[in-house]
């Protein structure tokens, strides 16, 4: 099911929402059973809309980082082409989680004649924010 038509579903259960509780009432069925149902059914499509969302971010996310990757291997002695959209590729890398590849980045950018001093110093601390973060995570100190 695509965006338009979770959101169109979603609607719908919406506006007919007092309709289907009259509906229920007159059939019997008691008021919670009916609330309670079309409650679950927004609740799922909530649901669904969010990790929709969240599906869609990482993809754009995963396309940038391989539009950056194509941009650093075909450019890869200009510290200008670890940039894509003001953000370093060693940034991509570590939001995805991707610390030892966002590592080796930041050495090969470090090793660069143009690469800035304030930019790697940086990384650098993002890169051991982002390892701090991984240890308190499984239990180590920090």
């Known amino acids: 099911m695509n965006y338009a038509a979770t959101l169109a579903v979603l609607v719908v259960l919406a506006f007919w929402f007092p309709l289907s509780e009259r509906l ?5 069925i008691p008021e919670a059973v009916v609330a309670s149902t079309l409650g679950a059914l927004m ?3 909530l649901a669904a809309l969010i990790v929709r969302e969240q599906v869609n971010r990482h993809r754009a996310h995963m396309a940038n980082l391989t539009a950056a990757r194509a941009q650093v291997m075909a450019e890869p002695e200009d510290p200008r082409s670890y940039f894509l959209n003001g953000e370093h590729l060693a940034a991509m890398l570590l939001r995805v989680g991707r610390r030892r590849e966002a590592a080796e980045v930041i050495d090969r950018y470090a090793r660069l004649g143009g690469a800035r001093e304030s930019e790697i110093i940086r990384l650098q601390e993002a890169l051991s924010s982002a390892e701090r973060r991984q240890r308190r995570a ?5």
Do not use: N, V
């Not at 499984?138 to 920090?142: E, I, K, V």
């Open 24 to 28: 229920g009432a007159q059939l019997g």
């Open 43 to 45: 609740t799922f499509g």
């Open 138 to 142: 499984r239990g180590g100190h920090a």
